[in-house]
């Protein structure tokens, strides 16, 4: 009997047919996707040697532990050495695990895949692209196929495919498994501002990737296939069962046991120290947005360029910036200006209760000036630039367009307008630099356009949107000392002047036998508040006449006992040292003159403008104070922008009439702590390129500026100055400063470790104190030098050296503070003087 047919067989025969052709036709495909594909546009060899993708820069401190990154991408290399080993094996497991048998294409991995897919109809069969492949995926940019036909996507996506295959053989080629897999994990984009694992690992879990737990590796390996769809903040769950996933496939790995995974699963994902960073956050960000400002000007004073001839870009190229900064130095010194400043900031609030201080007590010029340049402010936010770009961005399109690189300010806008109405002339307008006449003709003929008219009508109907719009009251979020910010409802032209009535600071600590400046805080909160305090130019008052009593000493001869009436003095045209064209008599702080007298010590312990008037007109010139400030890093040749010089040549700057830096200030200050020798304040140590090359050394100049026995006089009147005055156990020597109407509140320390410049006041010169009790440097900026110390003295950790001494004073000191010996000499001299004239008069008498 014959049995019947089985038909199984021929069913696995219509299936092996199928597969043939099926093969068939991929492979035709192939081949054709193969021929057809254009190669120009595959990575080379040199692309591949050198990967384009922007790394960031980071600053490290004084310790080596970095503190800020700039980035365009957030993205920080990291070896394969220094990868840690949770991620390693996630990645493989979950990846590639046949990662060490293939040359960039598994073809096994492939076939498995193929089998699963076309045959059995698993969605899940998973993926059959090696590292090598993903990391050629990242290389190039796919073309998008949006409009395309079936036939075009399919050859598309064949030659795609091609391309990365070619891409990853090439890869597998030129580079080890090792340097495969780190390159990978570095180039990926992990969302949310985390370029590379590093980021990923500080943005999602704030901890180097190298600290990462076994469940956070997994959870950010696992977003490799998908990081929008797993993203962990947006949705949780969906990212636990990836990163399930991956603990499962550790499990089956034998990398954890059952225990460990069961434990592990179980876990919520724990966001809780997510954290998007922005500039303004983390450790000294006044210093690392100036820094980038420094580094700038350095690569082009010092030529320094890379190897092809092409410029750094410190957001691009992945720079190691070492720094002399000292983060727990920055850490107290934020602290100490915080603290003090708040207290600063309720007695502000007090004084101007019930005042205006925009009004306050002045005249109808100021009223307006002052109303002025509020209005600039606020023309000077986020919001009027918006507004700005909506109603004249098309006009000053065009204005680029014909007359290229013009400036066209609201405020050139005012004064063309005015000259075309006849209200004011080109040669006010240029003689009062209000407009630059290198630009005059351009402006001659934009305001004789036709364009022109647009302009003005466009901006006309500007002023009357920013009036109305930035008097209606908003909810917003402003800065606030108790809770860092708050809500309030607030118009935008209000919000502008509260923020303008916070008192401000800057801050500088200088290690004087180095030049290292170990903290640097630039403003009470950066996040609100951008501007640097410690690199701004204020007029520093008093702290300068150390400078005065120094030259009085060295270059008139005048010892520090020498005693001098608190009177009014008054340097005159007659006193031809000065170029006066007439007469000057400044008063004291107080406006008003002991007639006591005072020695060098007392004179500036008390800080009497008197004894330093005296003293500049016995030196009968400015010159020798002028080249004291050169010798000690201050620029007496430099130039400001309005053509004046920084240090002038005229007799108030005894008195601190002169704009200088905390950084300038601090570089000076620190010879007194050094023996008189001043060595240049600086803050990088050095900098390496990505791959380590070393491109450039911070090496301070160092002179010596000041004999050391004039040195150890004033470092004694320093101290005497102080004396009482600061609590702290380190030998501390100071000099306060406060300048006409307690506009600028200073105090210069020194330590035998530490120069320490500390400058407060207002961003306008009308917020301030109304009293010399309330705005003088003692109870502005004093207590700021206290707290730093204080805090660094209570941490035997820190290194800071509470027993520190000032340099032994050279032969000669002690006779020449001794006031009392002083006196004894000076009192024989003159009985001397006495007896010899009486005697020459009778010798004379006894011969006529």
């Excluded at 809770?483 to 800057?506: C, F, I, N, T, W």
């Excluded at 400030?629 to 620029?635: A, E």
Aim: charged residues 25%; proline residues 4%; contains cysteine.
């Amino acid at each position: 009997m014959t049995e019947p047919n089985n038909p199984i067989p021929s069913r696995f025969a219509r299936y092996n047919r199928w597969l043939r052709w099926s093969a068939l036709m991929v492979l035709l495909l192939i081949l054709v996707g193969f021929l057809s594909i254009s190669f120009s546009d595959l990575p080379s060899f040199e692309d591949l040697e050198n990967p384009k993708y922007d790394l960031a820069s980071t600053i490290y401190d004084v310790n080596g532990k970095p503190f800020g990154r700039y980035y365009i991408e957030d993205r920080v290399a990291v070896d394969y050495e220094q990868l840690s080993p949770h991620v390693k094996q996630a990645l493989l497991v979950t990846e590639d695990d046949r990662f060490y048998d293939h040359s960039g294409i598994d073809l096994r991995a492939l076939a498995r895949v193929g089998f699963k897919t076309l045959i059995l109809r698993q969605e899940n069969a998973g993926g059959g692209s090696t590292i090598s492949q993903q990391l050629a995926k990242l290389l190039f940019q796919r073309p998008s196929m949006k409009g395309m036909s079936f036939i075009n996507k399919t050859f598309t996506l064949i030659s795609v495919k091609l391309k990365e295959w070619v891409t990853a053989v090439k890869l597998e080629k030129r580079y080890t498994k090792e340097e495969i897999m780190s390159m990978y994990l570095n180039k990926f984009e992990f969302i949310n501002g985390a370029h590379g694992i590093e980021a990923a690992a500080q943005i999602y879990f704030n901890k180097s990737q190298d600290s990462l737990s076994i469940s956070e590796a997994a959870t950010l390996v696992g977003m490799l296939k998908n990081p929008s769809l797993f993203n962990p903040k947006r949705f949780p769950e969906k990212c636990k069962e990836r990163r399930n996933t991956v603990l499962n496939l550790l499990y089956n790995s034998g990398y954890i046991n059952k225990t460990n995974r069961d434990k592990l699963v179980a876990e919520n994902i724990d966001m809780s120290s997510f954290s998007r960073k922005t500039q303004s956050e983390g450790p000294a960000p006044y210093f690392r947005a100036e820094l980038t400002k420094f580094l700038k000007d350095l690569f082009t004073k010092k030529n320094i360029k890379k190897s092809d001839g092409t410029e750094y870009n410190v957001y691009t190229d992945g720079l190691k910036i070492y720094t002399t900064i000292d983060l727990t130095y920055q850490q107290y010194a934020e602290q100490a200006v915080f603290e003090h400043m708040k207290a600063n900031q309720e007695r502000f609030w007090r004084v101007w209760k019930s005042k205006d201080p925009w009004t306050y007590e002045t005249d109808d010029y100021q009223k307006k000036l002052r109303a002025d340049i509020l209005e600039s402010q606020c023309k000077g936010s986020e919001r009027y630039l918006s507004m700005r770009n909506k109603y004249l961005g098309k006009a000053l399109v065009n204005v680029e367009e014909k007359y290229p690189g013009l400036p066209l300010s609201d405020n050139v806008i005012k004064i063309l307008d005015s000259i075309q109405q006849n209200l004011t002339t080109w040669h006010n307008a240029t003689q009062n630099a209000k407009l630059d006449i290198v630009y005059q003709d351009r402006y001659h003929r934009l305001i004789n356009n036709e364009i022109w008219l647009d302009i003005v009508l466009q901006y006309k109907d500007l002023q009357k949107e920013f009036k109305k719009e930035f008097a209606i009251p908003i909810k917003m979020k402003v800065f606030d000392y108790e809770v860092g910010e708050k809500e309030v409802e607030m118009s935008p032209y209000d919000s502008v002047r509260y923020h303008r009535m916070y008192l401000q600071a800057g801050m500088l600590a200088v290690e004087p036998n180095t030049g290292f400046v170990k903290a640097w805080v630039g403003g009470i909160n950066h996040k609100y508040f951008k501007y640097d305090h410690a690199s701004m130019r204020r007029s520093v008052g008093s702290t300068i006449k150390p400078f005065v009593y120094l030259q009085a000493m060295a270059v008139a001869n005048i010892a520090p006992c020498e005693q001098y009436e608190d009177i009014q003095y008054t340097i005159s045209p007659a006193d031809s040292g000065f170029d006066m064209v007439e007469e000057w008599s400044p008063a004291n702080a107080e406006e008003k003159f002991s007639k006591r007298k005072y020695n060098l010590f007392q004179g500036l312990s008390e800080s009497k403008n008197s004894i330093s008037v005296k003293l500049l007109k016995e030196m009968g010139t400015v010159a020798p104070v002028r080249d004291l400030l050169h010798n000690l890093g201050i620029d007496k040749n430099l130039r400001l922008p309005n053509g004046q010089l920084a240090v002038p040549k005229l007799p108030s700057i005894c008195l601190g009439a002169v704009d200088l830096t905390l950084i300038e200030m601090s570089g000076a200050y620190s010879a007194f702590s050094n023996n008189g020798t001043y060595v240049q304040p600086v803050f990088i140590s050095r900098i390496e390129d990505k791959n380590g090359k070393v491109i450039y050394q911070g090496i301070p100049n160092r002179k010596s500026a000041v004999n050391p026995l004039y040195n150890a006089v004033m470092l004694a009147m320093l101290q005497n100055n102080v004396s009482g005055n600061v609590r702290v156990k380190s030998q501390i020597g100071g000099k306060t400063g406060t300048t006409n109407d307690f506009a600028d509140g200073w105090f210069m320390g020194v330590t035998p470790t530490l120069a320490i410049g500390v400058w407060t006041g207002g961003d306008d010169k009308w917020i301030r104190f109304l009293t010399l009790d309330d705005g003088q440097g003692s109870v502005m900026a004093r207590p700021i030098v206290q707290k730093f110390l204080q805090k660094l003295e209570s941490d035997e950790t820190c290194g800071y050296d509470v027993g520190a001494t000032f340099p032994i004073p050279p032969i000669g000191y002690d006779e020449m503070i001794d006031c009392d010996l002083f006196r004894s000499v000076r009192s024989s001299s003159e009985r001397y003087l006495t007896r010899k004239a009486k005697a020459s008069k009778e010798e004379f008498d006894d011969e006529f």
